[in-house]
């Protein structure tokens, strides 16, 4: 298995914003252990580094906003579909991610049907938001799911800012999107994060290239959702091809997961034996 797979398609990622807030409206202190994602921030236009404390704060100010004032998120500057239809019917190698929200049902009962979507719609926006920023692709929102994508063709850190992405996406939600929940006594949010490698092909269905839907088959789409779904909440698992592309020093925060084979069924797409999937431990 190589770790830097020859690049097969010449791609063109075209580069993408995202909506950044001023004046934070909450600052709290930020623990040394967060620090690492002060380089998180690196959009695709050029350097654009946002330190930790007002990633949160600005977070913070967005969700407390849509709370109380009805703020709805500006369009997504998602450059996913132009690169998709560029790309229809190319196999290309890629890291998917799939984020899910954790007990959604249980925020349904719970509280209005206007708050429960603005928290949803908050909580969907803020994690695209973050697969932007990483470099990756938003390719759909599925209910309270948001499916990403990273391009891996030739680009030997793909892996690095997917895990990266994933990491900050727990952060986001711990310092960011709760602080706020709690100050309504709502629900806190919590999620199940993974993510998996593999050569996928982009499909279009139907033959108007501008209008008909496109979208992303293969392997490592169908078992990133499985990984996701056999994750505890706030965990993020990755698919052993994911973590044999690590940077040596991210390995080391993950471990082997050990299921049954009642439990995990899924087969090495090489050997045919029961495909390794790894956990993060911090």
Known sequence: MSENPDAKHELDVESTNSENSQNPVHKQEVPESSKPYIDMLLGRKGPKV????TLISET???????????????????DSDKFLRKHVFS???????????????????????????IIISSFAQEMASTIMQHDGYVL???????????IAEGN???ADNAVNCAKSMLMVIEKGINPILNQYDYPELMVKIGLDFGQNIIMRYGGDAERSHVDILG????????IQSMA???QILIGEDVYTRLHPTIQKSFEKVVWSKHKWKYQD????????????VG
């Open 91 to 117: 196999r290309i190698n890629m890291i998917v991610l799939y984020v899910d929200l954790v007990g959604s049902t249980d925020i349904t009962l719970s509280l209005p049907e206007d708050k429960v979507a």
């Open 60 to 78: 913070q100010k967005r969700v407390w906003n849509s709370l109380t004032k009805g703020y709805e998120y500006p369009p997504i500057v998602n």
């Open 50 to 53: 946002v330190d930790t404390e």
């Open 156 to 158: 030997i850190d793909t």
């Open 232 to 234: 505890k909440p706030n």
């Open 269 to 280: 797409r090489e050997t045919g034996q029961l495909y390794p999937v790894f956990a993060y």
């Open 219 to 226: 392997p490592a789409m169908n078992i990133a959702s499985k």
């Open 140 to 150: 759909k929102f599925v209910g309270d799911a948001v499916i990403g994508y990273f």
